[in-house]
């Protein structure tokens, strides 16, 4: 690496000097992992030359946001997409979430490749007053989208649903009748109110904990239409919990950003899957390290994910809402993506000194995979934010 020594902001308002260590280059053409179904939720990249100001239509770079696609699956991992990884209810509009769905299944399908895309009802309005029979409608709406496309669905958790239901049996009125007309069995999604506070209440409880029964009932009365349910709630022992109490084939697929190599690989009793937005940053460390579990090697599995887990919790700090910002940042540290832009201004959302820490525990986990791009990414930002 050419130039000086990069020097990275600190909390202590002072500049250190960071040398990055690198990573091996990550394998290609890796098969999918056999042992656990993994999907990395994958974020959206903005046009640069587009406006994408907050609250404008969402436009994307649709080269560079595929391209992280076909990355994902080159490593042998599945994609998640049109999910809150990718700005739902924070920039990534209906127009342009039906675009990327279509879009990203084509190019599943080409390839043969493991996709589920997110289904919801994020495109009517949120005014006060909206009924249950809107809700489903609006679901139904967006299932014929995804469906039609030929991915899994997966069913968003909907802020419309948080705020109309009157108790769990909404809950149950409303995915029974979903869930009845799916055409294949599809992901159910649960994500606590870290991730979206517009969440508060969800399934009819006031506390995740006491709405377990009431999703585990669900998913009972409907076993053979769910392939599973995605559990984002930073909460190990709930996850678990809701884990024990799923039907025969029914899975349970971590989406905890802070807990999840313990989480996959299991007890004695079962494990979890993954559905992910970690996993899109720490791609290859996560694809060694399924592959390590596929062969039993569960040394080889924790030492390449477990380094992972400071990254994980930093990028996904509160507000937690805002992880996208890192996973977007370090896809460009990365060389994926041509700038450091998102759509709804939303690059904006972490300072300087989150992302310089970001970039040091990316290397400390192995996934900063181009050292020298990185550093000299790095250096133009800072250089343009006012740091010499």
């Given at each position: 690496?050419?130039?000086?020594?990069?020097?990275?902001p600190g909390a202590?308002?002072?500049?250190?000097g960071?040398t990055?260590?690198?990573?091996a280059?990550?394998?290609?053409?890796?098969?999918?992992?056999?042992?656990?179904?993994?999907?990395a939720?994958a974020?959206?990249?903005?046009?640069?030359?587009a406006?994408n100001?907050?609250?404008a239509?969402?436009?994307?770079d649709w080269?560079?946001?595929?391209?992280?696609?076909?990355r994902?699956?080159?490593?042998?991992l599945?994609?998640?997409?049109?999910?809150?990884?990718?700005?739902?209810?924070?920039?990534?509009?209906?127009?342009?979430?039906?675009?990327l769905?279509?879009?990203?299944a084509a190019?599943?399908?080409?390839r043969?490749?493991?996709?589920?895309c997110?289904?919801?009802?994020?495109h009517?309005?949120a005014?006060?007053g909206?009924?249950?029979?809107?809700v489903?409608?609006?679901y139904?709406?967006?299932?014929?989208?995804?469906?039609g496309?030929?991915?899994?669905p997966?069913l968003?958790?909907s802020?419309?649903l948080?705020a109309c239901?009157?108790g769990?049996?909404?809950?149950a009125k409303?995915?029974?009748?979903l869930?009845?007309?799916?055409?294949a069995?599809?992901?159910?999604h649960?994500?606590g109110t870290?991730?979206?506070?517009a969440?508060?209440?969800?399934?009819?409880?006031?506390?995740?904990?006491?709405?377990?029964d009431?999703?585990?009932g669900?998913?009972?009365?409907?076993?053979?239409?769910v392939?599973g349910?995605?559990?984002?709630?930073?909460d190990?022992?709930l996850?678990?919990?809701?884990?024990?109490l799923?039907?025969?084939?029914v899975?349970l697929?971590?989406?905890d950003?802070?807990?999840?190599?313990?989480l996959?690989?299991g007890d004695a009793?079962?494990?979890?899957?993954?559905?992910?937005?970690?996993?899109?940053?720490?791609?290859?460390a996560?694809a060694?390290a399924l592959?390590?579990?596929?062969?039993?090697?569960?040394?080889?599995y924790?030492?390449?994910?477990?380094?992972?887990?400071?990254?994980?919790?930093h990028?996904?700090a509160?507000?937690t809402?805002y992880?996208?910002?890192?996973?977007?940042?370090?896809?460009?540290?990365n060389?994926?993506?041509p700038g450091?832009?998102?759509?709804?201004?939303?690059?904006?959302a972490?300072d300087l000194?989150?992302?310089?820490e970001?970039?040091?525990?990316a290397?400390d986990?192995?996934v900063?995979?181009?050292?020298?791009l990185?550093?000299?990414?790095?250096?133009?930002?800072?250089?343009?934010?006012?740091v010499?």
């Amino acid at each position: 690496m050419s130039g000086p020594p990069l020097r990275l902001p600190g909390a202590d308002g002072r500049l250190h000097g960071f040398t990055p260590r690198g990573a091996a280059p990550a394998p290609a053409g890796a098969a999918p992992p056999g042992s656990r179904t993994a999907y990395a939720a994958a974020h959206v990249v903005a046009d640069p030359v587009a406006g994408n100001a907050f609250g404008a239509p969402a436009r994307l770079d649709w080269d560079s946001t595929l391209a992280f696609r076909h990355r994902l699956w080159d490593l042998g991992l599945g994609v998640a997409d049109a999910m809150d990884t990718a700005q739902r209810g924070m920039g990534l509009d209906w127009p342009a979430t039906a675009e990327l769905i279509r879009r990203s299944a084509a190019e599943a399908a080409g390839r043969g490749a493991l996709l589920c895309c997110g289904a919801g009802t994020d495109h009517i309005d949120a005014g006060a007053g909206t009924t249950l029979e809107e809700v489903e409608a609006a679901y139904t709406e967006q299932l014929e989208t995804v469906e039609g496309a030929g991915a899994t669905p997966v069913l968003m958790a909907s802020r419309h649903l948080a705020a109309c239901a009157r108790g769990p049996g909404d809950y149950a009125k409303v995915y029974g009748r979903l869930l009845e007309q799916v055409r294949a069995p599809v992901i159910l999604h649960w994500l606590g109110t870290a991730f979206d506070p517009a969440l508060a209440g969800y399934w009819g409880h006031g506390a995740p904990a006491e709405a377990i029964d009431t999703v585990a009932g669900i998913i009972a009365d409907h076993a053979s239409r769910v392939d599973g349910i995605k559990v984002s709630l930073l909460d190990p022992d709930l996850e678990v919990r809701l884990r024990r109490l799923l039907p025969a084939g029914v899975r349970l697929y971590t989406g905890d950003d802070f807990n999840y190599p313990e989480l996959i690989e299991g007890d004695a009793e079962g494990h979890s899957h993954a559905l992910l937005g970690i996993f899109a940053a720490i791609a290859p460390a996560a694809a060694a390290a399924l592959r390590a579990l596929d062969d039993a090697d569960t040394a080889g599995y924790r030492a390449s994910l477990e380094p992972t887990v400071p990254l994980a919790r930093h990028i996904f700090a509160a507000p937690t809402f805002y992880y996208k910002t890192g996973i977007a940042f370090l896809s460009w540290l990365n060389g994926h993506q041509p700038g450091f832009t998102m759509v709804g201004g939303l690059h904006s959302a972490r300072d300087l000194v989150h992302l310089s820490e970001a970039m040091r525990l990316a290397d400390d986990a192995g996934v900063l995979t181009d050292p020298g791009l990185a550093v000299a990414r790095m250096r133009s930002l800072l250089e343009i934010s006012g740091v010499r």
